[in-house]
């Protein structure tokens, strides 16, 4: 059975760096399921700077949408981060929210049925009022909603707050 680790916060709020900390506490050669998509030549840079920063004790995996395909058993995953995973769902489905969310929680289902801890790490983007973008507005719609599912079946939750962070669950 999968034990759920959910981390959120805003952005540079500490929330990646608490979640390796957790994940090397829990195994000496933990998984970093990385879910970000290549979008041009700096975010490139940016993944590859991230991958150099990483320790070799991580097993690092590049996974843009299909988490579940990876056998993790037995495994600590962190997989960092949800916002950029649902990024791909939203724009392969043309920003249908319904079905991006349909499509991510089949596949977060398969992939807690493998027996991992999962620290998953997601981005608290609502908290800044309605975006007037009404793209903007209907991914932060669908991202909140998506947090709420992986919350509510989350062993333990915690929101990061300028580096500290806080157990909500």
């Given amino acids: 059975m999968a034990k759920i680790i959910y981390v959120s916060g805003g952005q540079k709020s500490g929330k990646t760096t608490f979640a390796q900390d957790t994940a090397l506490s829990l195994s000496e050669n933990p998984v970093y399921l990385a879910t970000s998509r290549v979008w041009d030549e700096d975010h490139k840079k940016r993944i590859e700077r991230h991958q150099a920063d990483r320790g070799s004790e991580w097993t690092n995996i590049e996974e843009e949408k299909y988490l579940s395909k990876h056998n993790l058993s037995e495994r600590v995953v962190l997989i960092d981060c949800i916002t950029l995973w649902m990024t791909n769902f939203f724009f392969d489905n043309n920003q249908d929210i319904e ?5 991510a929680q089949k596949e977060l289902v398969d992939l807690f049925k493998q027996d991992a801890t ?3 790490v997601s981005n608290e983007i609502g908290l800044g009022g309605s975006p007037a973008d009404k793209m903007a507005f209907h991914f932060t719609d669908m991202l909140g909603l998506m947090n709420q599912f992986i919350a509510k079946q989350s062993d333990e939750a915690y929101l990061t707050v300028s580096g500290i962070p806080l157990k909500i669950k």
């Fill in 99 to 103: 079905k991006s969310l349909e499509e």
């Fill in 118 to 120: 999962f620290i998953i």
